[in-house]
């Protein structure tokens, strides 16, 4: 089993606690069949920061059978059955092989990392193939024991979808993945809804997953709001993955839920600011606080003119900014010392003071 302390690499990324949050932009789909389209789609990921751009393998005739009903977040996008079906609209989103080679090489150009979610045996022997460094495993295959079996044995880095699914269900599917030789993994906790509301994201199963299962965790984001991105970091998630798209106004059932190109680097820069804002867990004065710390803290002054020899009393101290001199918490080890030489009223004491 991965170490939490060490993690794992997904290219010449460390993903792990200690690591900066390893970020997923999903083209998934996004792309129409259309390998420009694609290329753009890499290029933005590229330009808003994301450590890797991930894309969507399979063949339709291995996924849906040809009669299988849209869901309804399809048929809101595009359009009915009876205007496309299901397995017609999956036709005109595949990838071939060389497109899969020439986006690969493309990805490296950019420096990126190239991902993509094999959906079907096929697919995975593709992108095996081809040299990808980490499987994703989508929500709908986390029940899918023989397929995950599959995945795990070419014993490359697995990201784990748990959408739609019990606690019972992904405990279950981990078992799977380590029977059969997954020592590196991230399962993420995700919405299966497209958009999904906020009320349904659930975000501390998140945390319930790492404690009960033992294993990092991360976020699939199918969220429109920016509230999510923040919280998962915050809650510890170790991945962060999210749709985005070119143009939202493209035809295709993610573009709706998809961050534009602005939107895609905003979330970015709020994952890293997220970071920097938790710092570690040591309670301590910070380099910034130093200065302030000396002139907002307070320390014991002379309540009044005091002669040589005065035995200090609580009518002889005053407690004022700035903290340059004796603490208040040493007020009582303080009285009852004497004064070496003559102090004037509102002197900040300190131990050169006193004999």
Known sequence: MTSWSTGFYIGNKLVGANSPVYIIAEAGVNHNGNIELAKRLIDVARKAGADAVKFQTFKAENLNTKLAPKAIYHIETTGSDTEQSWFELLKTQELTADAHRELIDYAKTK?????????????????????????????????????????????KPIILSTAMSTLDEVRKSIEVLRQSGCNDLVVLHCTGSYPANLADTNMLAMVTMRNALDVPVGYSDHTSEFVNPVLAVALGAVVFEKHFTLDRALPGPDHRMSLTPEELEHTVSLIRGTEKALGND?????????????????SLVAAHDLERGTVLTFADIAIKRPGTGISPEHLQETLGRKIKYPVPADTILSLENLE
């Open 282 to 298: 040591t309670k301590e004065v910070l380099p910034g606080e130093k200065e302030t710390r000396l002139r907002l803290r307070k």
């Open 111 to 155: 420096g990126i990392e190239f991902l993509s979610t094999p959906y079907d045996s096929d697919s995975l022997e593709l992108l095996d193939d081809l040299g990808v460094s980490c499987f994703k495993i989508a929500s709908t295959d986390t029940n899918n024991h023989p397929f995950l079996s599959q995945v795990a044995q070419k014993g």
